[in-house]
């Protein structure tokens, strides 16, 4: 995979465990980016290969346009490292462990009722009364109007994993959604604020928008009060 594909778990890996503020973690996204288009950054990087994009770069700084001045060689090193960090964390893995261990605990549990454990184990997948609920209350995908439900996908604004039991199944915190607008929002490349009105993550340029048709009018068609605490709560967690 390229390294764009690894952008969004990076990035709350350098936030959450890597003791990084926002500012830096996307300065270190920019240039691995920049260098991803010259060496394959992706999760078979390795404490030699590192070395060797460093070596390489130490000879082709005097030459480049950007990331040119002394210290762009010791930043280059850093954000290596830290994506070095982040591949040998297996950080994926144990968010999805950190999943499954949830719904088991959601499955042995004597409090909730057989019907409560279905409704909320489907609704990490955005299936059942969750969905439903989203398409009653919606009719439509929340931002483009779209009427085709079968191709909308019941996604949740503030995600499952650290929701609770009450918050999986609010249909305020849920969004009906075209597929294109369901991973840019899920993989926080795209919010929304108290408003509605889109956000989009500083990692999309000009021509990424372009490309996915993404406008600055696009915003939620209605909204409540309810869905506010679940925005702020993307805004502030998951907008990368």
């Not at 191709?151 to 849920?174: M, Q």
Request: hydrophobic residues 35%; glycine residues 4%.
């Amino acid at each position: 995979m390229k390294f764009d594909d690894y952008i969004s778990d990076f990035y709350h890996f350098m936030i959450t465990e890597g003791n990084l503020t926002a500012k830096t973690s996307h300065d270190y996204i920019s240039r691995l980016r920049f260098l991803s288009d010259q060496y394959e950054i992706d999760d078979n990087l390795t404490v030699s290969t590192v070395k060797e994009i460093l070596s390489s770069e130490k000879e082709r700084q005097q030459s480049r346009s950007v990331y040119s001045s002394r210290k762009a060689l010791s930043d280059f090193s850093a954000c290596l490292y830290k994506f070095l960090a982040f591949v040998n964390s297996d950080y994926h893995k144990r968010i999805e462990d950190s999943i499954l261990s949830e719904i088991t605990k959601i499955e042995k549990s004597p409090v909730l009722k057989e019907t409560q454990k279905k409704a909320i184990i489907l609704s990490r997948i955005g299936q059942g009364t969750f969905r439903k609920g989203l398409i009653n209350y919606w009719q439509c995908c929340s931002v483009s109007g779209f009427t085709s439900t079968w191709i909308l996908i019941a996604s949740h604004i503030k995600p499952w994993r650290v929701s609770d039991n009450n918050e999986r199944l609010d249909v305020f915190n849920g969004l009906l959604l075209l597929p294109n607008l369901d991973k840019l929002f899920d993989k926080g490349y795209m919010s929304f604020d108290a408003n509605g009105r889109v956000i989009y993550s500083k990692l999309l340029n000009a021509e990424d928008k372009k490309t996915l048709h993404l406008t600055d009018d696009l915003k939620l068609r209605m909204i409540s009060p309810n869905h506010v605490p679940y925005l702020k709560y993307h805004n502030d967690n998951c907008l990368l």
